[in-house]
């Protein structure tokens, strides 16, 4: 299980989220910022510093939003992967 940011942040990318991540594992896309499922190590620090409410554990993430379960991962196999997010 990873955490997975979802609708919320486009457009916000609010990076209260990316300072307190211990791994390092959000990166910034050029719409929102994601969070690697294979780097993320379900701490759950990152949950209560959005301010929009858009990060969830994977397996709490609304049925309206589950596509973005799916965004998040493909988009580390895209040509454009996202990058690490300016602090």
Known sequence: MAYVITEAC???KD??????CPVDCIY??????????DECIDCGACEPECPVTAIFP?????????????KN???????????????
């Open 28 to 37: 910034e896309g050029e719409d929102q910022l994601y969070i690697h499922p």
């Open 58 to 70: 994977e397996e709490d993430v609304p049925p309206s939003l589950e596509s973005f379960i799916e």
């Open 15 to 20: 990076r209260a989220c990316v300072d307190v």
């Open 10 to 12: 486009i457009g916000t």
């Open 73 to 87: 991962r493909e988009i580390f196999n895209s040509d454009t992967p996202p990058g690490r997010p300016k602090k």
